[in-house]
């Protein structure tokens, strides 16, 4: 299994995402969230194909999820959801990644 631990910023919303591979080749989804646009994308993301998830933004079950649900193009969470499905499919590396936004 494969957890992400997502803190969207202004909104104040944390997002813990786990990603299990399973036998017939997808990865299983678990989105936890209190954000009600984000609960409602978990909802249409239940299984994900990790090979269609490496090719543009609109072959992607994620992000198609996430235009349809999603308030704000700015979400973390789409990108947060498709490399856990990619470190769990064994397609991506583990490693920790952040955004510091710095307004000078």
Not at 54 to 74: E, I, N, P, Q
Request: glycine share 6%; hydrophobic share 40%; proline share 3%.
């Amino acid at each position: 299994m494969t957890t992400a631990e997502v803190d969207c910023g202004t909104c104040g919303f944390q997002v813990l995402i786990r990603a299990q591979a399973n036998d017939e080749g997808s990865v299983g989804l678990e989105l936890e969230c209190e954000c009600p646009a984000v609960r409602q994308m978990a909802e249409n993301l239940q299984s994900v194909d990790p090979y269609t998830e490496g090719g543009t933004f609109s072959t992607s079950s994620v992000y198609r999820a996430a235009d349809t649900c999603l308030k704000h193009v700015d979400c973390l969470v789409p990108a947060a959801v498709v490399r856990a499905v990619n470190v769990e499919a064994g397609l991506a590396l583990s490693h920790e990644v952040s955004i510091r936004i710095i307004k000078e």
